[in-house]
């Protein structure tokens, strides 16, 4: 399995940036596939998630400004951020739960900082 995550940046508040995250290795489509962030000195948190089906579920604190969607024929999983805060700087991984080993399936993080 192999995740690979892309776009993140420095941007305004109130900008948008859209983090992709390449998948390989496993059958994409017939999984959900998440979104987490992790901010300095805080603990990692589930940002979106969206399921084999496309059912999304956010974080209140992303609800209308975030939107999670994926791309079966290119096995990539999106995150659209809109109207960014500086609350929402962190690291951003691509997860995975499987059903097989190995379960817990991470990408390597793409950095998001939201800053004047």
């Known amino acids: 399995v192999q995740l690979v995550e892309s776009g993140g940046g420095l941007v305004q508040p109130g900008g948008s940036l859209r983090l992709s995250c390449a998948a390989s290795?496993?059958?994409?489509?017939?999984?959900?596939m998440s979104w987490y962030r992790q901010a300095p000195g805080k603990e990692r948190e589930l940002v979106a998630r969206?399921?084999?089906?496309?059912?999304?579920t956010y974080a209140d604190s992303v609800k209308g400004r975030f939107t999670i969607s994926r791309d079966n024929a290119k096995k990539t999983v999106y995150l659209q951020m809109n109207s960014l805060k500086p609350e929402d700087t962190a690291v951003y991984y691509c997860?995975?739960?499987?059903?097989?080993?190995?379960?817990?399936?991470w990408g390597q993080g793409t950095q998001v900082t939201v800053s004047s």
């Open positions: 997860y995975l739960l499987r059903r097989t080993r190995p379960y817990d399936n």
């Open positions: 969206i399921s084999s089906s496309s059912s999304t």
């Open positions: 290795g496993f059958t994409f489509s017939s999984y959900a």
